[in-house]
């Protein structure tokens, strides 16, 4: 009885925890989106997500630092993120067609590790100071503690799954995109130019990586460590399916807020620090459980 | 399988394993698929797993030499290893160089065991290797005259043990989809070995140093006699390794790989097999773990073995020859070698125009753009570029 008066009277910092979680998880999602869309199209698990995102804030900041103003910095930001995402599907993927998705996974490894490179020897592995111009003040709702720019992030997500869901519905573009990632050779047969899908996918996960890289380096700061997302973006992937847009945002949720949640909970009678490895642990459990996760088509297999 | 293992370092280490037997069994079909261009007819059978890197099965006109050569080269690699080598050594080359080209070349093995025979994918390796090292310092800190090669075994053993537990979920999910098991395996065992003293015999830095490398009476502490344990040690379980993957539970890994339904016909116990193949794997990293931790480091901590790590070793079988145990070596060697190549070079030429900083990330483009290169011109690695070119050697006068 004690315990659940006791829990009552906590329950208002038990809320404060989980809306926190589900906003980080939020930020979380918005890097499984960029893996979501290239994994529709081409079927490539692409590992170099997260380098991307710190390529793009990386770069975005320089530039601002350079003393341009920033519409600009953001549209040669957004110039460069195409040229890259042109040029990965180029050079790296093109050539790869055909082989199994575990030697493109490796791939994408390797690719990871040249953009990070590449970054920072272009602009140096200093820690950037992010500002957008937006609050991070905290306010009060139903006596919850609630972040502004938090929210912020959140409605920037909603909005760009918005623009997705309706580019994939709404679109010819979105038709010939669905019908690659149903099956390519008849994608193929029925006259679909698939380098043009596969550079406009790429093209399309540049974009997520900058808005992305944008919220988290305003966040936690434009730093090597931007890259580390993608292994929290992993977890939301597996948890929310590999192939759908609301699932890595209900996978997001779930992430972010059982991990802060666990961290608060359980972690104190081990010190802390299960953030890192409980997403996985999770994840473990979906796959053995649902495999396909949430929302994830069941695959056919065949061989 | 064979071909591209006769190759540089440790061409007369196989060649020991062989023990002059020329096997004549045919290879199972699958392992034998060409590794396929895109657009090559035989690409049906490759999609499934990894592409094999297993070659043609080998004729029996492509052998240039006779037994006595092979026992001659054998023994001349022997006496090269543990003779010349301490002999003419200096103590830079063997701690900075001989020894963690040893001891990755060993976790090399190990995750070439699981990734490039078997097919499973693992992120972990790394983790697999701390829970070797610390398994061993705490045997020989806990059980009385406990003998430091018995150590390695029991923590190649708890390391083979962790292992099985990760490669549970490999029943059920296949492919990449194990990263996500193996990467709990990374992040589970670096925390656990920091949050608990225990395993550290409560250092307050989770820190673990290297016993006195006693092995029969002799002292192995010099940089000479860790090089020479290292080395005894790698090319024991190297040359078990060779004899593993001839053998039939090789083929088992390779015919898993190749098609696990295919497998699971002609009566190939599946979960059995993918299991063995985590348990090999891990227990050699585990052993490369403890060599890590007393042979080349003396001290390590459990951040030691972190992800970065894994992808190290990772990298070494995807330059070297994913399924080739010499590409394991050549691997290695390449990625001991081309930092401190890089290092000369910018410090003979560049001094002063390039810091080390920069150095380091054009390390890592550099690193990058080779998996990629690799992956596309030459998915059997370096193994395989050896070996064209040992072909080439040999049929020079006649043959361009």
């Known amino acids: 009885m004690s315990s659940l008066t006791s829990w009552f009277a906590n329950s208002s910092f038990f809320w404060e925890v989980l809306v926190g979680g589900l906003l980080a998880g939020v930020m979380y999602s918005m890097v499984a989106i960029g893996f979501v869309l290239i994994y529709k199209a081409s079927g490539v698990f692409n590992f170099a997500q997260g380098s991307m995102v710190l390529f793009a804030a990386l770069t975005f900041v320089s530039i601002l630092e350079r003393g341009v103003p920033f519409v600009l910095a953001l549209g040669i930001t957004l110039g460069a993120m195409l040229l890259l995402a042109g040029l990965i599907e180029r050079v790296v993927l093109r050539p790869l067609v055909n082989r199994p998705p575990i030697v493109l996974f490796m791939a994408t490894l390797g690719l990871s590790f040249v953009i990070e490179g590449l970054a920072q020897t272009l602009w140096g592995s200093q820690v950037h100071g992010l500002e957008l111009g937006i609050e991070d003040r905290p306010f009060e709702l139903h006596g919850i503690m609630v972040s502004q720019f938090d929210l912020f992030a959140a409605g920037t997500a909603g909005a760009l799954v918005l623009v997705l869901g309706l580019l994939f519905n709404k679109t010819r573009f979105g038709l010939a995109l669905r019908a690659v990632a149903d099956d390519q050779l008849a994608a193929l047969a029925v006259g679909i130019d698939l380098r043009r899908v596969w550079g406009m996918v790429w093209a399309a996960a540049g974009l997520v990586a900058l808005v992305a890289g944008l919220l988290w380096g305003a966040r936690v700061g434009v730093q090597f460590s931007l890259s580390l997302i993608v292994l929290k973006a992993l977890p939301v992937l597996i948890i929310g399916g590999f192939s759908s847009i609301a699932g890595t945002i209900v996978g997001g949720l779930l992430v972010g807020a059982t991990e802060k949640l666990a961290e608060v909970y359980i972690g104190p009678r081990f010190d802390g620090g299960i953030e890192n490895w409980f997403p996985y642990v999770l994840a473990l459990l979906f796959l053995l459980v649902r495999p396909t996760g949430l929302f994830g088509e069941p695959q056919v297999e065949r061989a | ?400």
């Not at chain 2, 080269?73 to 003779?83: E, H, K, N, P, T």
């Not at chain 2, 001891?103 to 025979?117: Q, R």
């Not at chain 2, 994918?121 to 059980?143: E, I, K, T």
């Open chain 2, 1 to 400: 399988m064979r071909a591209g293992m006769r190759a540089g370092m440790s061409a007369t280490v196989h060649e020991l394993a062989a023990g002059g037997r020329r096997p004549t069994e045919a290879l199972p079909p699958a392992a034998a698929a060409r590794p396929d261009r895109p657009g090559r007819p035989s690409s049906a059978l490759a999609h499934r797993g990894l592409r094999p890197s297993g070659r043609a099965p080998a004729t029996g006109t492509r052998r240039g030499f006779g037994p006595g050569v092979g026992l001659g080269l054998r023994l001349g690699f022997l006496l090269l290893a543990f003779g010349v080598v301490p002999a003419l050594g200096n103590d830079y080359w063997f701690s900075a160089i001989l020894i963690p080209f040893l001891v990755l070349s060993l976790g090399a093995v190990g995750l070439n065991i699981l990734t490039g025979y078997a097919g499973q994918l693992s992120l972990g390796s790394a983790a697999f290797m701390a829970v070797g090292a610390f398994a061993s310092y705490n045997f020989l800190l806990r059980v009385p005259h406990m003998p430091l090669l018995v150590s390695f075994l029991l923590g190649g053993l708890t390391a083979a043990a962790v292992g099985v537990l990760f490669g549970l979920p490999s029943l059920r999910i296949k492919g990449f989809y194990l990263i996500v098991s193996t990467l709990a395996a990374q992040f589970f065992v670096e925390w656990a070995l920091t949050k608990f003293g225990w395993f550290s015999n409560f250092n307050a830095s989770g820190v673990i140093t290297a016993p006195p490398l006693v092995v029969l009476g002799h002292d192995f502490s010099s940089p000479r006699g860790r090089y020479l344990l290292s080395l005894g040690v790698v090319l024991g379980l190297t040359v078990l390794a060779r004899n593993l993957v001839r053998g039939e539970l090789g083929r088992s890994w390779m015919a898993v790989r190749d098609m696990d339904t295919a497998a699971a016909v002609i009566g190939i116990p599946i979960l059995e097999t993918k299991l063995l193949a985590f348990a090999t794997s891990s227990f050699y990293c585990g052993v490369a773990g403890a060599l890590w931790a007393f042979a080349y480091l003396g001290t390590v901590e459990p951040h030691g073995f972190d992800l970065g790590r894994s992808f190290q070793i990772l990298f070494i079988i995807i330059v070297g020859g994913l399924g080739s145990i010499s590409g394991a070596f050549l691997g290695s060697a390449f990625i001991v070698l081309l930092p401190i190549l890089m290092d000369n070079l910018a410090t003979a030429y560049f001094s002063g125009i390039i810091d080390a900083g920069h150095i380091e990330n054009l390390q890592k483009v550099i690193f990058g753009a080779l998996i990629i290169v690799f992956l596309i011109k030459e998915p059997a690695g370096l193994a395989r570029l050896v070996e064209n070119l040992r072909e080439k050697v040999r049929r020079w006068p006649l043959v361009g």
